[in-house]
């Protein structure tokens, strides 16, 4: 059924009357990639307890026919499952009310297939959003569409991103009242970032503000811009060596959220380019950051550099999940951040103080962070760049302490963040680089190793007030897996070996698994059948980066298990390609 | 700064060889196509207008080093890894060809790309500083296939 827009703003103001973030009405639909506003990923339906995740079982199953990595989440808007598959990024919406979830209809668009080699990290997309009738979501090669959801009609369909600038659009746009969130990929390929606002209607261009540059493409007013530590005008040029900052790169393909209260909505930024530091001497803002936004003019209110000067690929796209937490005794309103970098931050997400940042897994290439200056405290032994030579064993690798990929969620029961992580290691081989328009900007090489414990990924509960894991699950292979989290205190999450699980929210102890198939990359979500009963939806279909592609998943490729992907050599005995959709439920 | 020097490198290579005159570059280059093309109609090759394509490098020490300069200072290897051993884009010297392994395929696949991304180079290369790309990848060893992996 199509909300009327008067419906829709009546929503959005009834969600501005409750108090406490992740707390919003839930209805059990799944409307956007987050699940909610706060990205908290946490559902309040209860059916699905940790006495009764044992007999959880398969229902149904759909393959995509797409061999890429399938990130993200399907939505579930009336009664209607939403699925995007990886490129050609075809949109299916299967009716959940009759038997067999058959679909309504798919539809095809037209991607330019160029896009493949211009995408870092395999052909992904990140999913949908929904609001006022319409499927909002990117195409791969730059584009964004928006389709009626009864229908299936395209409505419209804009190009937000340039291809020949190395600018793809895996990300999943966020809907925050008539204005539709999107930003590029491209850290690889010498871009210079960008968020856009585009009008629900009709997908027009309302505003774009940039991830670097002056204040004035960056859309700083001085009067309003109140960062917690930086102080000065133009920063994104200042903190810049020449016009480097031109193809600094600074993309946005992670996650967006947004507190209807504060009217502000956050981002995480990615890798300046190239990897190869020397060229870019500087602070490079607004690289590896968290930037608060106003929606209706993208006015910056605050901004926080996680990795100033950022030597490692430490991309901060990960998702920003928003919560009220009792700290000190009093109750703060933060954003909680899991970096590439291996912190974990805790802000304030009025001012942009970091009132904690802990290590949440193996850590070398900073002893800690300052709280007084927001600085890392850096190892000196761990910078990189073409003079340095091979620095060795630095951790995080690039891949992330954990991967903003992997979307983690918060309950408001147990106070606690189920986050997949990694350990990883890596060496950094920097080398000069030239800037190509439309070709990698990259100039590294960065070998990976399993890092301390031999064990190459976890899954954790974090306690984001005590700054320490309550519990964690080690898993044998890098855990690349969004999770959700249940009012029935049951979390659920993937492995790149094939394993879906659900675990107890407050012990961490596995209540059930089921070989879905493939790797999963995708974030898993839970919502309400027409019948009332509780489900739990999820992707397999392993991809999503070169190094999983590598480890001779893919049949086709007879490469095999080439260095540097050669770390997870035997993955392959447990996984290869193929997307499916998958539903599970009680008896 | 340094970042320009290395594009004059690229240049250099470029120039290091033969000028390119417009009459050796007809010789050079294949007539532009598309890519359903690549299918033969009962088994026909269409004429090529444009020459043969015919490699004029030998796989002499000079020529693959300046070749594999280029490759990398075109930023080939940010896609093809490293020695073209593959990354995301595909490894370049397993002797497993998409679009043909043949010296006048590589270069057709350099000069107008290929439709799943890889950039069409013959605007920015000289037909010469590509020849010495395909000459570059033709003399790399070919590993012997694996057809079966192990764990035990």
């Given at each position: 059924m199509r909300l009327q827009s008067s419906t829709f703003l009546a929503a959005v103001l009834a969600v501005l009357a409750v108090?406490?973030?992740?707390?919003?009405?839930?209805?059990?639909?799944?409307?956007?990639p987050g699940k909610n506003f706060a990205a908290?990923?946490?559902?309040?339906?209860?059916?699905?307890t940790t006495a009764n995740a044992s007999t959880l079982h398969p229902l149904w199953s759909f393959s995509t026919g797409v061999l890429g990595g399938h990130e993200g989440q399907p939505l579930v808007v009336n009664n209607t499952m939403y699925v995007v598959t990886p490129f050609p990024d075809v949109l299916y919406a299967f009716d959940l009310t009759k038997d067999g979830y058959p679909l309504k209809w798919k539809y095809r668009p037209d991607v330019n297939p160029s896009a493949l080699g211009t995408a870092?990290?395999?052909?992904i997309n990140r999913g949908p959003a929904y609001a006022d009738g319409k499927i909002v979501y990117n195409l791969l090669d730059g584009h964004t569409v928006a389709v009626?959801?009864?229908?299936?009609?395209?409505?419209w369909k804009v190009q937000i991103a340039d291809l020949s600038e190395g600018e793809t659009t895996p990300m999943a746009p966020l809907i925050v009242r008539d204005l539709v969130f999107v930003g590029p990929s491209g850290g690889e390929f010498g871009i210079h970032g960008w968020l856009k606002a585009l009008d629900?209607?009709?997908?027009?261009?309302v505003w774009t503000a940039y991830n670097e540059g002056s204040d004035k493409d960056m859309l700083v007013d001085t009067s309003k811009f109140r960062p917690f530590y930086d102080h000065g005008k133009d920063l994104g040029l200042t903190?810049?060596?020449?016009?480097a900052w031109k193809r600094g790169g600074i993309p946005v393909w992670g996650w967006l959220s947004y507190d209807p209260d504060l009217d502000l909505l956050y981002y995480g930024t990615g890798n300046a380019g190239p990897y190869n530091p020397e060229q870019r001497p500087g602070d490079?803002?607004?690289?590896s950051s968290v930037l608060a936004r106003r929606?209706?003019?993208?006015?910056?209110i605050w901004a926080y550099q996680f990795?100033?000067?950022?030597?490692?690929?430490?991309?901060?796209?990960?998702e920003m999940i928003l919560a009220d937490l009792n700290i000190g005794g009093k109750l703060r309103h933060v954003l909680v951040h899991f970096d590439k970098n291996g912190f974990a931050y805790t802000i304030?997400?009025?001012?942009?103080?970091?009132l904690l940042a802990k290590a949440f897994t193996t850590v070398?290439?900073?002893?800690?962070?300052?709280?007084?200056?927001?600085r890392p405290t850096l190892d000196s032994a761990k910078l990189t760049g073409a003079s340095r030579g091979n620095v060795k064993?630095?951790?995080?690798?690039?891949?992330?302490?954990?991967?903003?990929?992997?979307a983690g969620s918060f309950s408001p029961h147990t106070e606690y963040f189920y986050v997949a992580t990694n350990n990883l290691c890596m060496d950094y081989e920097a080398s000069q680089v030239s800037h190509i328009a439309g070709t990698p900007y990259i100039g590294a090489n960065t070998p990976y190793h399993a890092g301390p414990?031999?064990?190459?990924g976890a899954f954790i509960a974090w306690d984001a007030v005590k700054g320490q894991p309550a519990w964690r699950i080690e898993e044998k292979y890098p855990v690349w897996s969004g999770s959700v989290t249940t009012a029935g205190d049951v979390v659920f999450y993937g492995t790149l070996d094939g394993w879906f699980k659900a675990a107890?929210?407050?012990?961490?102890?596995?209540l059930w698994k089921f070989k879905v198939g493939s790797g999963v990359v995708g974030c898993p979500i839970v919502y309400k059948g027409p019948d009332g009963k509780q489900y739990v939806a999820v992707y397999a279909g392993i991809g999503g980066d070169w190094f999983l592609l590598a480890g001779?998943?893919?049949?086709?490729?007879?490469?095999?298990?080439r260095p540097p992907a050669d770390?997870?050599?035997?993955?392959a005995r447990h996984t290869s390609q193929g997307g499916m959709v998958w539903i599970f439920g009680l008896p | 700064m340094d970042f320009r020097l290395a594009l004059i490198g690229v240049g250099g290579v470029a120039l290091a060889c033969k000028p390119v005159t417009p009459t050796s570059n007809a010789r050079y280059v294949p007539p532009v196509?598309?890519?359903?093309?690549?299918?033969n109609a009962a088994g026909i090759a269409p004429p090529t207008s444009g020459g043969t394509l015919t490699?004029?490098?030998?796989?002499d020490s000079a020529s693959v080093r300046e070749g594999g300069q280029t490759f990398t200072a075109m930023n080939c290897?940010?896609?093809?890894?490293g020695g073209a051993t593959g990354w995301v884009g595909p490894s370049l010297?397993?002797?497993?060809?998409?679009?043909?392994?043949e010296d006048g395929a590589v270069f057709t696949s350099i000069f107008y790309?290929?439709?799943?991304g890889m950039p069409a180079y013959g605007g920015t290369l000289s037909p010469a500083a590509i020849w010495k790309i395909v000459t570059y990848l033709r003399a790399q060893p070919v590993p012997s296939d694996v057809p079966t992996e192990r764990w035990q």
């Open positions: 108090p406490a973030v992740g707390q919003t009405p839930d209805d059990g639909q799944w409307t956007m908290t990923r946490f559902s309040s339906l209860t059916s699905i870092c990290c395999d052909a009626d959801a009864n229908t299936g009609k395209e409505l629900l209607a009709n997908g027009k261009v903190s810049w060596t020449g016009d490079n803002k607004w690289a929606p209706r003019d993208g006015a910056l990795t100033p000067h950022e030597n490692w690929d430490y991309d901060a796209n990960a304030d997400r009025e001012t942009g103080e970091v070398t290439w900073a002893k800690g962070i300052n709280l007084k200056t927001g064993d630095i951790c995080p690798s690039l891949e992330g302490g954990k991967s903003p990929v992997s414990g031999g064990y190459m107890n929210a407050w012990t961490g102890q596995v001779d998943v893919r049949s086709d490729d007879p490469a095999d298990v770390f997870a050599r035997d993955l | 196509i598309s890519y359903p093309q690549h299918v490699n004029p490098y030998q796989p290897d940010g896609c093809h890894g010297v397993d002797g497993r060809w998409r679009y043909g392994g790309g290929r439709p799943r």
